[in-house]
């Protein structure tokens, strides 16, 4: 499976009619393939809209697409609020869950991590050796890295039912020792994986995004 994630900034103020007009667009684009989620950024970089579409693989991707633009239901018409859009496909880590229909936000954090070329099955097997303690604390959304777009990047979500939980549970982990996954590593005689930038963004969920 892959993930493409669509990131769109938007004028400022336009965000609401964007969500409104997409929402109303995506009833008939769902019945060729569902989205996985809908997000606008809500601290980080302001006035963005993130939508993630799962696929079998790119050729799927190219033929839902193609089928949707053939019956005139999509892409909603948003062109006169948006400034830049950005497409990236993303594989999901062997340890990644399937993004599911759920309620397990509302606040959902993207952290994107872009590391050395070369590192990635170091971060993986740092990844797999720290996530089944980190997860008895709260649910992990996504593991992916890039493969087409941006490259050398990895991607994790992580819903939270409010920023009070999600302070809590980053300070309650660190205090182990066991997260991140690169002090884990350290602490077992390993080394930390080597990263040449860290962004992170606070998501709400639309009224129609599957994950709430």
């Known amino acids: 499976m892959i993930y493409e994630v669509r990131t769109y900034n938007c004028k400022p103020g336009s965000v609401p009619e964007v ?15 569902p989205m996985a989620a809908f997000w606008h950024t809500e601290i980080g970089p302001l006035n963005q809209i993130i939508h993630v579409w799962p696929y079998k693989d790119l050729a799927e991707r190219e033929q839902i697409r193609a089928e949707a633009i053939k019956r005139g239901v999509w892409p909603p018409k948003i062109g006169e609020f948006l400034l830049e859009q950005k497409s990236d496909i993303f594989i999901p880590f062997a340890i990644s869950p399937e993004l599911k229909p ?44 890039s493969e087409l777009g941006g490259l050398n990047k990895f991607v994790h979500i992580w819903p939270y039912k409010d920023l009070n939980q999600r302070d809590e549970t980053r300070k309650k982990m660190v205090a182990t020792g066991n997260w991140p996954p690169s002090a884990k590593a350290k602490k077992e005689g390993g080394r930390a994986y080597r990263l040449l930038a860290q962004e992170n963004k606070i998501m709400l969920p639309a009224a129609f995004s599957p994950m709430q």
């Open 102 to 145: 759920g309620n397990l936000g509302p606040f959902y954090e993207m952290r994107t991590y872009t590391y050395e070329a070369g590192e990635l099955p170091v971060i993986m097997k740092a990844w797999e050796n720290a996530i089944e303690e980190r997860v008895k604390v709260t649910p992990v959304g996504a593991i992916w890295y």
């Open 19 to 33: 969500e409104k007009r997409f929402g109303e667009a995506y009833e008939a684009r769902k019945a060729l393939s």
